[in-house]
Protein backbone atom coordinates (compact mmCIF):
# COMPACT_ATOMS: atom_id res chain seq x y z
CA UNK A 1 0.00 0.00 0.00
CA UNK A 2 2.81 2.11 0.71
CA UNK A 3 4.15 1.84 -2.33
CA UNK A 4 0.71 2.26 -4.21
CA UNK A 5 0.58 5.89 -2.21
CA UNK A 6 3.75 6.94 -3.10
CA UNK A 7 3.22 6.16 -7.03
CA UNK A 8 -0.24 8.25 -6.61
CA UNK A 9 1.85 11.24 -4.99
CA UNK A 10 4.01 11.62 -7.78
CA UNK A 11 1.36 11.21 -10.73
CA UNK A 12 -0.32 13.53 -8.60
CA UNK A 13 2.12 16.08 -8.43
CA UNK A 14 3.57 15.61 -12.13
CA UNK A 15 -0.01 16.50 -13.05
CA UNK A 16 -0.79 19.20 -11.08
CA UNK A 17 -3.59 17.05 -9.17
CA UNK A 18 -5.30 16.24 -12.41
CA UNK A 19 -8.31 13.88 -11.65
CA UNK A 20 -9.13 11.15 -14.69
CA UNK A 21 -12.38 9.79 -14.90
CA UNK A 22 -12.25 7.19 -16.63
CA UNK A 23 -9.08 4.97 -17.20
CA UNK A 24 -8.04 2.85 -19.85
CA UNK A 25 -4.94 0.11 -20.93
CA UNK A 26 -4.19 -0.14 -24.36
CA UNK A 27 -3.09 -3.49 -25.02
CA UNK A 28 -0.47 -5.14 -27.81
CA UNK A 29 -0.23 -2.76 -31.05
CA UNK A 30 -2.78 -0.69 -30.02
CA UNK A 31 -1.34 2.44 -29.57
CA UNK A 32 -3.13 4.52 -31.71
CA UNK A 33 -6.07 5.77 -29.77
CA UNK A 34 -3.13 7.62 -27.57
CA UNK A 35 -3.17 10.29 -30.64
CA UNK A 36 -6.66 11.11 -30.01
CA UNK A 37 -6.09 11.86 -26.30
CA UNK A 38 -5.43 15.67 -25.75
CA UNK A 39 -2.29 15.36 -23.59
CA UNK A 40 -1.83 17.00 -20.55
CA UNK A 41 1.05 15.75 -18.55
CA UNK A 42 2.85 12.44 -20.30
CA UNK A 43 5.06 10.19 -17.48
CA UNK A 44 7.25 7.34 -18.51
CA UNK A 45 6.87 4.74 -16.32
CA UNK A 46 10.24 4.90 -15.66
CA UNK A 47 10.06 7.81 -13.17
CA UNK A 48 6.99 6.61 -11.47
CA UNK A 49 8.41 5.09 -7.87
CA UNK A 50 7.54 1.36 -8.21
CA UNK A 51 6.35 0.98 -11.27
CA UNK A 52 7.28 -1.86 -13.47
CA UNK A 53 8.84 -1.08 -16.91
CA UNK A 54 7.46 -2.40 -20.13
CA UNK A 55 9.52 -5.08 -21.89
CA UNK A 56 7.37 -6.41 -24.15
CA UNK A 57 7.50 -4.99 -28.22
CA UNK A 58 4.85 -1.81 -29.71
CA UNK A 59 4.34 -1.46 -25.45
CA UNK A 60 5.40 2.52 -25.25
CA UNK A 61 5.33 1.97 -21.56
CA UNK A 62 3.96 5.75 -20.37
CA UNK A 63 1.34 6.89 -19.04
CA UNK A 64 -1.03 9.89 -20.41
CA UNK A 65 -3.24 12.13 -18.58
CA UNK A 66 -5.36 14.49 -20.66
CA UNK A 67 -9.01 14.42 -22.32
CA UNK A 68 -10.70 12.18 -24.70
CA UNK A 69 -14.53 12.40 -25.64
CA UNK A 70 -15.09 14.92 -23.31
CA UNK A 71 -13.74 12.94 -20.55
CA UNK A 72 -10.23 13.44 -18.29
CA UNK A 73 -8.83 10.12 -18.95
CA UNK A 74 -5.59 8.53 -17.87
CA UNK A 75 -3.81 6.16 -20.69
CA UNK A 76 -1.66 3.24 -19.48
CA UNK A 77 0.28 3.18 -23.13
CA UNK A 78 1.92 -0.37 -22.59
CA UNK A 79 0.80 -3.08 -19.87
CA UNK A 80 2.48 -5.69 -17.67
CA UNK A 81 2.47 -9.88 -18.36
CA UNK A 82 3.30 -12.55 -16.00
CA UNK A 83 5.44 -14.11 -18.65
CA UNK A 84 7.97 -11.13 -18.25
CA UNK A 85 8.51 -12.01 -15.03
CA UNK A 86 6.56 -9.61 -12.59
CA UNK A 87 4.84 -11.09 -9.93
CA UNK A 88 0.81 -10.41 -10.18
CA UNK A 89 0.85 -7.70 -7.62
CA UNK A 90 3.22 -5.84 -10.14
CA UNK A 91 1.15 -6.58 -13.30
CA UNK A 92 -1.96 -4.67 -11.44
CA UNK A 93 -0.16 -2.17 -9.90
CA UNK A 94 -1.31 0.58 -12.73
CA UNK A 95 -5.02 -0.46 -12.14
CA UNK A 96 -4.40 0.21 -8.57
CA UNK A 97 -3.07 3.68 -9.11
CA UNK A 98 -5.67 4.58 -11.46
CA UNK A 99 -8.10 3.92 -8.78
CA UNK A 100 -6.40 6.04 -6.54
CA UNK A 101 -6.07 8.76 -8.78
CA UNK A 102 -9.75 8.85 -9.39
CA UNK A 103 -11.24 6.83 -12.24
CA UNK A 104 -14.53 5.21 -12.93
CA UNK A 105 -14.49 2.98 -15.58
CA UNK A 106 -12.09 1.27 -17.11
CA UNK A 107 -11.73 0.68 -20.01
CA UNK A 108 -9.07 -2.48 -21.54
CA UNK A 109 -8.71 -3.57 -25.18
CA UNK A 110 -5.90 -6.57 -26.19
CA UNK A 111 -5.02 -8.50 -29.01
CA UNK A 112 -6.22 -11.63 -29.06
CA UNK A 113 -6.10 -15.14 -31.26
CA UNK A 114 -9.80 -15.57 -32.36
CA UNK A 115 -11.14 -19.37 -31.27
CA UNK A 116 -14.17 -19.29 -32.31
CA UNK A 117 -14.72 -20.11 -36.46
CA UNK A 118 -17.01 -17.62 -37.21
CA UNK A 119 -14.36 -14.85 -36.14
CA UNK A 120 -12.38 -13.15 -38.92
CA UNK A 121 -8.71 -11.46 -38.57
CA UNK A 122 -9.14 -7.86 -37.31
CA UNK A 123 -12.59 -8.04 -35.74
CA UNK A 124 -13.24 -6.83 -31.98
CA UNK A 125 -15.11 -8.91 -29.54
CA UNK A 126 -16.62 -7.46 -26.80
CA UNK A 127 -15.97 -9.57 -23.84
CA UNK A 128 -19.02 -10.86 -21.78
CA UNK A 129 -17.03 -13.15 -19.76
CA UNK A 130 -13.63 -14.88 -19.51
CA UNK A 131 -11.99 -18.10 -18.21
CA UNK A 132 -8.77 -17.64 -16.23
CA UNK A 133 -5.89 -19.97 -16.63
CA UNK A 134 -2.99 -18.26 -15.45
CA UNK A 135 -1.14 -19.95 -12.72
CA UNK A 136 -2.26 -17.35 -10.06
CA UNK A 137 -3.51 -14.03 -9.19
CA UNK A 138 -3.49 -10.94 -8.25
CA UNK A 139 -5.44 -11.54 -4.63
CA UNK A 140 -3.70 -14.45 -3.63
CA UNK A 141 -1.68 -13.51 0.02
CA UNK A 142 -3.37 -10.84 2.42
CA UNK A 143 -6.13 -8.93 1.31
CA UNK A 144 -5.69 -5.47 1.37
CA UNK A 145 -9.21 -3.77 2.92
CA UNK A 146 -8.66 -0.73 2.01
CA UNK A 147 -8.71 -1.66 -2.11
CA UNK A 148 -11.78 -4.35 -1.81
CA UNK A 149 -13.12 -7.41 0.64
CA UNK A 150 -11.43 -10.74 1.06
CA UNK A 151 -13.60 -12.30 -1.56
CA UNK A 152 -14.87 -10.50 -4.11
CA UNK A 153 -17.58 -11.76 -6.53
CA UNK A 154 -17.39 -12.19 -10.08
CA UNK A 155 -20.88 -13.15 -11.26
CA UNK A 156 -20.41 -10.03 -13.74
CA UNK A 157 -16.67 -9.02 -14.46
CA UNK A 158 -18.03 -6.75 -17.54
CA UNK A 159 -20.39 -4.15 -16.71
CA UNK A 160 -23.70 -4.58 -18.58
CA UNK A 161 -24.18 -1.11 -19.10
CA UNK A 162 -20.72 -0.36 -20.93
CA UNK A 163 -21.25 -3.40 -23.13
CA UNK A 164 -24.83 -2.01 -23.76
CA UNK A 165 -22.46 1.34 -24.32
CA UNK A 166 -20.71 -0.23 -26.54
CA UNK A 167 -23.01 -2.04 -28.63
CA UNK A 168 -24.81 1.27 -29.18
CA UNK A 169 -21.73 3.03 -30.46
CA UNK A 170 -20.86 0.07 -32.64
CA UNK A 171 -24.35 0.45 -34.26
CA UNK A 172 -23.84 4.05 -34.86
CA UNK A 173 -20.28 3.83 -36.67
CA UNK A 174 -21.28 1.54 -39.17
CA UNK A 175 -19.55 -1.60 -37.07
CA UNK A 176 -21.91 -3.67 -36.04
CA UNK A 177 -20.67 -6.69 -38.36
CA UNK A 178 -17.55 -6.71 -37.36
CA UNK A 179 -18.31 -6.17 -33.74
CA UNK A 180 -18.53 -9.74 -31.97
CA UNK A 181 -19.32 -10.80 -28.48
CA UNK A 182 -17.09 -13.85 -26.68
CA UNK A 183 -15.51 -15.32 -24.01
CA UNK A 184 -11.97 -14.47 -23.35
CA UNK A 185 -9.24 -17.07 -21.98
CA UNK A 186 -5.85 -15.33 -20.16
CA UNK A 187 -3.52 -18.32 -20.20
CA UNK A 188 0.21 -17.48 -19.14
CA UNK A 189 2.16 -17.58 -22.35
CA UNK A 190 4.77 -16.09 -23.65
CA UNK A 191 4.58 -19.83 -26.23
CA UNK A 192 1.31 -19.58 -28.58
CA UNK A 193 -0.42 -22.65 -28.48
CA UNK A 194 -0.07 -25.88 -30.31
CA UNK A 195 -2.97 -27.09 -32.23
CA UNK A 196 -4.24 -29.56 -29.60
CA UNK A 197 -4.58 -26.81 -26.72
CA UNK A 198 -6.29 -24.84 -29.23
CA UNK A 199 -9.10 -27.27 -29.37
CA UNK A 200 -9.42 -28.03 -25.72
CA UNK A 201 -9.87 -23.87 -25.12
CA UNK A 202 -12.40 -23.65 -27.35
CA UNK A 203 -13.90 -26.99 -26.31
CA UNK A 204 -13.94 -25.26 -22.79
CA UNK A 205 -15.67 -22.27 -24.22
CA UNK A 206 -13.95 -19.91 -25.21
CA UNK A 207 -13.95 -17.31 -28.08
CA UNK A 208 -10.71 -16.08 -28.38
CA UNK A 209 -7.45 -16.23 -26.20
CA UNK A 210 -4.80 -14.12 -25.03
CA UNK A 211 -2.06 -13.54 -22.70
CA UNK A 212 -3.29 -10.63 -20.28
CA UNK A 213 -6.28 -8.51 -19.01
CA UNK A 214 -7.58 -11.18 -16.45
CA UNK A 215 -5.22 -10.14 -13.71
CA UNK A 216 -6.25 -6.97 -14.10
CA UNK A 217 -9.93 -7.25 -14.33
CA UNK A 218 -9.93 -9.28 -11.17
CA UNK A 219 -7.94 -6.37 -9.71
CA UNK A 220 -10.08 -4.07 -10.92
CA UNK A 221 -13.77 -6.04 -9.54
CA UNK A 222 -11.79 -6.10 -6.16
CA UNK A 223 -11.38 -2.37 -6.64
CA UNK A 224 -15.15 -1.93 -7.12
CA UNK A 225 -14.73 -0.61 -10.95
CA UNK A 226 -17.05 -0.94 -13.50
CA UNK A 227 -14.94 -2.87 -16.51
CA UNK A 228 -14.87 -2.67 -20.22
CA UNK A 229 -12.64 -4.83 -22.47
CA UNK A 230 -12.47 -5.16 -25.93
CA UNK A 231 -10.06 -7.92 -27.60
CA UNK A 232 -8.91 -7.48 -31.35
CA UNK A 233 -8.67 -10.88 -33.21
CA UNK A 234 -5.29 -10.64 -34.88
CA UNK A 235 -5.42 -14.12 -35.92
CA UNK A 236 -6.75 -17.28 -36.16
CA UNK A 237 -7.10 -20.25 -34.42
CA UNK A 238 -10.11 -22.44 -35.23
CA UNK A 239 -9.20 -25.50 -37.16
CA UNK A 240 -8.91 -25.25 -41.01
CA UNK A 241 -7.09 -21.95 -39.93
CA UNK A 242 -4.40 -22.64 -38.32
CA UNK A 243 -1.09 -21.78 -39.74
CA UNK A 244 2.78 -20.53 -38.01
CA UNK A 245 1.98 -17.31 -36.52
CA UNK A 246 4.50 -14.68 -37.57
CA UNK A 247 4.69 -11.24 -35.20
CA UNK A 248 4.55 -8.98 -38.04
CA UNK A 249 1.22 -10.22 -39.04
CA UNK A 250 -0.27 -9.57 -35.43
CA UNK A 251 0.66 -5.61 -35.37
CA UNK A 252 -0.73 -5.70 -39.20
CA UNK A 253 -3.94 -7.01 -37.79
CA UNK A 254 -4.03 -5.20 -34.85
CA UNK A 255 -3.14 -1.73 -37.15
CA UNK A 256 -6.29 -2.76 -39.36
CA UNK A 257 -8.46 -3.03 -36.66
CA UNK A 258 -6.84 0.35 -34.64
CA UNK A 259 -8.94 2.74 -36.38
CA UNK A 260 -12.39 1.08 -35.78
CA UNK A 261 -11.15 0.34 -31.48
CA UNK A 262 -9.77 3.73 -31.54
CA UNK A 263 -13.70 4.96 -32.76
CA UNK A 264 -15.40 2.96 -30.79
CA UNK A 265 -13.78 3.78 -27.56
CA UNK A 266 -13.95 7.42 -28.08
CA UNK A 267 -17.63 6.45 -28.78
CA UNK A 268 -18.25 5.40 -25.75
CA UNK A 269 -16.27 7.72 -23.23
CA UNK A 270 -18.80 10.41 -24.86
CA UNK A 271 -21.64 8.19 -23.91
CA UNK A 272 -20.41 8.01 -20.41
Same mark, same amino acid.
Given at each position: ? +???H??????????????? +???I????G??? &????????C????????????????????? &????????????V???R??????????? *? *??????????????????? !? =?????????????????????? +???????????????????????????? &???? !???????L???S?????????V????? %???? %??????????D???M?? *??????A??????V?????????????????????D????? =? &? !??P???A????V? %? +??
Open positions: M +QNLEATAYIKAQSNGFKP +QVGILGTLGA &LAKEVEVEEINYADIPHFPLSTVESHAGR &LLLGRLGGKNVALQGFHYYEGYTMEQ *V *VMPVRVLKLLGIGPLLVSN !A =AGGLNPDFNIADLMLIDDHINL +QPTNPLIGPNHDELGPRFPDMFAPYDAA &LLAH !AEAAAQDGQASTRHGVYVSPGPML %ETPA %EYRYLRTIGAAVGST *VPEVIARHLGLPLAVSVITDLCAPGHLKPVVLAIFAAA =A &L !AERLTLIKKI %E +QL
